[in-house]
């Protein structure tokens, strides 16, 4: 018995649409994002809501500062003193930093100054506020990075990762050690973390779903379209899911 030509054509548009639907799903699935804040939930276009806005644009304060540790042998050492130092410069022109707090801000000479270890001693013991950015044996500095853009904008996620890129070209030539630490830098690996354990339990639930399909249905072609039902399933879930910005 001979298939009737045109229920063919009609079956394979109709693969055609159901490839298309699930191609776009993919490119929804990738449009997920990760969002700690219940900010977005009450986003809205009324007058009401542009003057909360306003105010906060005013009045808000940055929900955490981005903290880059250096350890050296002693940052007193012109080598070390002027990595150091490179990394402020350079660190400042990167977008999404609205200020920087370092031993610089307190009036530390220029590279070279001849007793710059004893300059940084005494700063260490008449300055409380210097104490917080080089420890008492100089090996240890820290400096504070105030993002100028919200923990939830999506420029300010890869922000740690171009800082630990700086610090590492900066100051890894003259033997220092950087660290990248405080909230947005805790908060990528969050986010790196909560994707890995998605993919991974989701490949691992697939591998173990399709054991069990082929042991009970005792059928290879039937496992896999169970597996493929539930695949699609999913992806639609996430592709869904993507396009509605959640």
Request: charged share 15%.
């Amino acid at each position: 018995m001979r298939a009737n030509p045109p229920f063919v054509g009609k079956l394979a548009v109709l693969w055609l649409l159901v490839m298309a639907a699930n191609l776009a799903m993919v490119f929804g699935a990738l449009r997920i994002n990760f969002d700690d804040g219940l900010a977005r939930v009450f986003e809205s276009s009324n007058p009401a809501y542009a003057q909360y806005q306003e105010f906060l644009d005013t009045f808000e304060v940055s929900e955490g500062d981005l903290l880059v540790v250096f350890t050296g042998d002693d940052f007193a050492d012109p080598v070390r003193y002027g990595a150091l130092r490179e990394f402020v410069f350079e660190v400042q022109f990167e977008p999404g930093i609205g200020g920087i707090l370092s031993p610089f801000s307190f009036d530390l000479p220029p590279p070279g100054t001849p007793d710059l270890a004893q300059v940084m001693d005494r700063l260490w013991l008449e300055n409380p506020g210097f104490r917080r950015f080089m420890s008492r044996e100089r090996t240890v500095a820290m400096v504070a990075l105030a993002p100028a853009l919200g923990p939830h904008d999506e420029a300010a996620r890869p922000l740690a990762a171009r800082v630990r890129e700086i610090a590492r070209a900066t100051t890894g030539p003259a033997g220092i050690v950087a660290r990248i630490t405080g909230y947005p830098a805790l908060r990528d690996n969050v986010i790196r973390a909560v994707f890995g354990d998605f993919v991974t339990n989701t490949v691992i639930g697939v591998a173990v779903g399709s054991i069990l399909s082929v042991l009970a249905l005792r059928s290879v072609a039937l496992a896999a379209m169970v597996t493929l039902t539930s695949g699609v399933a999913l992806l639609w879930m996430l592709g869904l899911f993507g396009f509605a910005g959640l």
